[in-house]
């Protein structure tokens, strides 16, 4: 048990994170109308938490240098040293959370730049958006360094509970309204299902800590998988279901991410999936690791009916928010391939495919709702397909954006999608089960029409009348602007050259799988 | 059966009521009581593996604790946001906020 | 009727308990678990399906003997209270709600503060200023409330 002095250390990221969030709400009360200081107080406060993230991590792993991580040799010195435990084994910071940690933050600076052009027009409510959304972040680092079911928990509310208020963020706006409450109501259904559980695999193991659960599984030997066990993995398998919006627990997610102020939607379909993914990967492959049959299974079901139904659903949409909605269902799909291949095979690289994918998706999907931003703080713009038509011509570097973005989201090389997706596939496959990977290469060639068809849209249709750039009234998001730019730099960047991203995510699950 | 299989059947039999009222009724406020039904049967759930378990870490109780803090969080931020969407509608009728669920 | 079996409950709950259900207590007789113990069960439970019994007999009979002639004048309230006005399902004023809900969070947040006085001893100084930072996190939240104008009645 590690002393308090180092269960200190072990949250210090998340500590910067919640004590930005604090320092943001009481800032707000106190600045009065100057509250453009807000989103650089939180911005620093992430910066600082991925320095501090950053630098425990070059301290564990005794890299050479920075240099070394970023050109790819750093990951042979990853791996050999156990991640800090803290808080009576509560939580544990291992490479594992370093990178998770540093993804978050990542996609928390985004979507505050993002933010930028939407909250220029509703500066009184910008200290409760930081604010929350820093807290979600909070939470999103509690999932990635949570090694107890209680931690877990607490994160995952944590995580969840500001995302509701950020859905209904409109205030006064109906659909916004119609976002926070179906969302609210899908939300704590799902996190009720999932700490019961949760409970329920307390009941079957009698411990709450990850590594005394398998522990106490093992030492059942064949009684482990009893109908307690099958029914308490299947309830988490809900749980994590119904966050992630997989089919058939997808029916908030469209309605929720169209309803929903789009800085925010990009940050849900992101970041939420990102948290719940890593904190779900722990908790499977390191709780759960004997009954691997049973929630792979379970899993199985969820990954083909996601790919199948999200993609399928997207194909009609000609509003273009409803039509990313529904592919980010269809990629959370894609993303419970790695999980299924960490759970039939612990030496396959499902999990470091997902940690890969996460940072791809994030670089191209907050990109593609960016760029919906962007043409909307530029002129009249509700999200149809047919108001996009020949942007190539009133709006060329946007159109560019944009069909990157696309294009990156059906997997086309070179870019960041198709490595992705090339992890993903390959590792489910090294799992020996090709027919999913052939399930859902087809489900990406489906995607392929709704994704293109915009890029088809934007270069080869005519514009529709009164389509004429109208510069904001509230100026020019810069911010936006900037975070769009990054987005597309780190989808090209990672696209012509993957392997930082991929040894930091390999390197990262080392320590996890205990290779 | 022994004590243990009791009490998780009153747990069940409890989170089925919570879910079955979540998933029929189309009052937002009895939608949240049904979520706290849910909770509760966890945490009799909870608290009954402490108890009765061999061989079980005493977490449970404590599980249970956050179980219950978190609920007030969680009824807290509902009823916030039902009361901006009565704000925003305008209207004072019980019956009308059924249209938020759709 | 009820004479026995109200004796029979007060002798029940008068007997010397057994030193293995109340710990701490001196020994006395204990109870014979066959016999004596179900007999005592045995009155208790007649209570209870008597006294249904008697409710239900009773509001029966009064139904049948009792001649019935409502006029409004008699269906009145009569020292019960005031008729209501309008309907009970009118809203309250929202502002009761941000009230109810800054004392649900305060209130429950509480419970942490009754399992730390236990062991309150064990954990030292290092508790001590754990629980603080808690309940500053707490008050931080309520001077941002108060900050924002929620406690205004306004």
């Known amino acids: 048990m590690a002393d308090a002095n180092n269960s200190v250390l072990v949250i210090l990221p998340g500590i910067v994170i919640a004590c930005t969030a604090l320092l943001v709400f009481m800032a707000d009360t106190f600045v009065g109308r100057r509250k453009e200081i807000l989103p650089w107080i939180a911005a620093a406060g992430l910066v600082a938490a991925a320095a501090v993230a950053a630098a425990q991590w070059l301290d564990v792993d005794e890299l050479g240098s ?6 790819g040799r750093g990951s042979a010195v990853f791996g050999g040293r ?21 993804l978050f933050c990542v996609i ?3 979507t505050i730049m993002l933010s930028d052009a939407y909250m220029k027009k509703r500066r009184d409510a910008m200290g409760e958006f930081y604010g929350l959304l820093l807290l979600v972040i909070a939470g999103m680092f509690g999932m990635a360094v949570s090694t107890d079911l209680i931690a877990l928990f607490i994160a995952f509310e944590l995580m969840s509970l500001p995302t509701y208020v950020l859905a209904g963020f409109l205030r006064g706006d109906v659909r916004s309204g119609e976002a926070a409450v179906k969302y609210f109501v899908n939300g704590a259904f799902s996190s009720a299902v999932l700490v019961f559980g949760l409970a329920l695999l307390y009941a079957a193991s009698g411990q709450t800590n990850y590594a005394g659960i398998a522990e106490a599984m093992s030492g059942l030997g064949a009684d482990a998988e009893s109908g307690l066990t099958v029914v308490a993995l299947v309830f988490v398998a809900v749980g994590f279901g119904f966050k992630i919006a997989a089919v058939p627990f997808h029916g908030w997610a469209p309605d929720v991410y169209e309803g929903a102020p789009t800085p925010v939607t990009a940050f849900m379909s992101v970041g939420i999936k990102a948290g719940a993914f890593v904190g779900f990967l722990k908790l499977f492959t390191i709780a759960a690791v004997g009954l691997g049959d049973i929630w792979t299974a379970a899993l199985t079901v969820l990954a083909v009916l996601t790919m199948v139904v999200g993609n399928a659903l997207a194909l009609p949409q000609r509003n273009l928010k409803r039509m990313l909605a529904y592919s980010s269902i269809a990629h959370a799909g894609y993303l419970l391939l790695g999980l299924i291949a960490t759970g039939a095979s612990l030496d396959s690289a499902g999990s470091s495919a997902v940690l890969f994918y996460l940072g791809a998706y994030t670089f191209m999907n907050i990109g593609a709702f960016g760029i919906l931003v962007w043409i909307r703080n530029r002129r009249a713009f509700r999200y149809g397909l047919d108001e996009v038509a020949g942007l190539a011509r009133t709006m060329p570097w946007t159109a560019i954006g944009m069909a990157l973005f696309m294009v990156s989201l059906t997997g086309i090389p070179p870019l960041v999608g198709f490595w992705g997706k090339f992890y993903l596939f390959t590792a489910i496959v090294d799992a020996g089960m090709t027919w999913l990977a052939i399930v859902a290469v ?6 392929a029409y709704y994704y293109l068809r915009v890029v088809w849209y934007l270069y080869f249709r005519e514009a529709p009348e009164g389509a004429e750039v109208v510069a904001d009234d509230a100026g020019p998001a810069l911010g936006s602007a900037v975070a769009v730019t990054l987005a597309a730099l780190g989808v090209l960047a990672l696209g012509l050259y993957p392997s930082p991203l991929i040894s930091a995510a390999q390197g990262a699950l080392r320590v996890l799988i205990g290779g | 059966m022994n004590p243990l299989d009791w009490w998780l059947l009153l747990a069940v039999l ?4 919570g879910a079955f009222g979540v998933l029929a009724r189309r009052n937002t406020i009895l939608v949240i009581m049904s979520l706290e039904l849910m909770l509760n049967a966890v945490n009799i759930a ?22 219950i803090t978190v609920a007030a969080a969680e009824v807290t931020v509902g009823l916030g946001i039902v009361i901006a969407n009565y704000r925003a509608k305008r209207t004072v009728q019980a019956d009308r906020f059924d249209e938020m669920k759709g | 009727m009820l004479a026995p079996a109200l004796g029979a409950l007060v002798e029940y709950a008068d007997r010397p308990l057994s030193p293995s259900t109340v710990p701490g207590r001196r020994a006395g007789p204990t109870i014979h678990m066959t016999s004596e113990y179900l007999t005592n069960w045995f009155y208790v439970w007649s209570f209870i399906v008597s006294g249904a019994v008697l409710v239900v007999l009773i509001l029966l009979v009064s139904k049948l003997v009792n001649p019935s002639h409502p006029t409004p004048g008699k269906l009145a309230h009569y020292e019960c209270g005031i008729p209501p006005v309008g309907s009970p399902w009118s809203p309250f004023a929202v502002r009761y709600y941000v009230f109810a809900l800054l004392f649900l969070v305060f209130d429950v947040e509480a419970v942490f503060l009754f399992p730390w006085t236990l062991v309150f001893r064990t954990l030292g100084t290092a508790g001590f200023i754990e629980m603080m930072l808690f309940v500053a996190v707490l008050v931080w939240g309520l001077v941002y409330a108060w900050r924002k104008g929620a406690l205004e009645w306004a």
Request: glycine share 12%; hydrophobic share 65%.
């Open chain 1, 66 to 71: 920075l240099w070394d991580l970023v050109t």
């Open chain 1, 82 to 102: 156990e991640g800090e435990a803290g808080f009576a084994g509560m939580v544990a910071l291992d490479k594992f959370a370093f990178y998770c940690t540093l």
């Open chain 1, 108 to 110: 928390g600076v985004l």
């Open chain 1, 442 to 447: 087809v489900m990406s060639a489906v995607s």
């Open chain 2, 14 to 17: 409890l989170f089925c009521i």
């Open chain 2, 46 to 67: 909870l608290v009954a593996v402490a108890q009765f378990r061999a061989g079980s870490a005493g977490a449970g109780v404590l599980f249970s604790l956050f179980v």
